[in-house]
């Protein structure tokens, strides 16, 4: 399952993701928040998407090695993206990484295996996100032992 959510910030954007995604045939399920609201914080978005991924991560590396794998996938957007990305790499099976064009979504998931794309919504607009997020769905994870140590090292690091 792909969960969306974002804060005030990112609302509009968030709309625009999740019907575009629905249209291309995408299955999306939106943790919020439901209307506008300049009062709602971004941690209580951020840690409702984390807690799922968390709950059900991508195996890793996933077993053809392409594509996200099996498990649950996020996308969370704020203003800057830094607030969602920060909460959301609090939670254990948890990678979120900020990323704000096609050539760091590609690398994020690639090198880093992000299972949570951050997004912010002040500096990219409807357009550079489609692809984005597209670029970030559609890459697959590297089998690169470089890749590979470090993001086991990163998976050791959370069991301390």
């Known amino acids: 399952m792909l969960y969306i959510a974002s804060d005030h910030g990112g609302f509009k954007l968030k709309e625009h993701l999740k019907a575009w995604l629905l249209v291309s045939g995408g299955r999306v399920t ?3 928040p439901a209307s506008f609201s300049p009062e709602d914080d971004y941690p209580d978005y951020a840690k409702k998407v984390a807690v799922k991924v968390s709950k ?12 996200r794998g099996e498990g649950d996938f996020g996308i969370l957007i704020c203003r800057s993206g830094q607030g969602v990305c920060i909460v959301a790499n609090k939670f254990k099976g948890v990678r979120a990484g900020l990323v704000w064009n096609t050539k760091e979504a590609k690398a994020s998931r690639n090198d880093d295996h992000t ?10 607009n409807f357009a550079e996100a489609r692809a984005t997020v597209k670029t970030w769905l559609d890459t697959p994870w590297s089998k690169d032992s470089r890749h590979v140590r470090r993001v086991k090292k990163i998976i050791k690091l959370e069991r301390t």
């Open 115 to 124: 299972n949570i794309l951050c997004l912010p919504s002040d500096y990219i």
């Open 30 to 32: 939106d943790l919020g």
């Open 56 to 67: 059900n991560p991508p195996s890793f590396p996933s077993p053809s090695g392409r594509g």
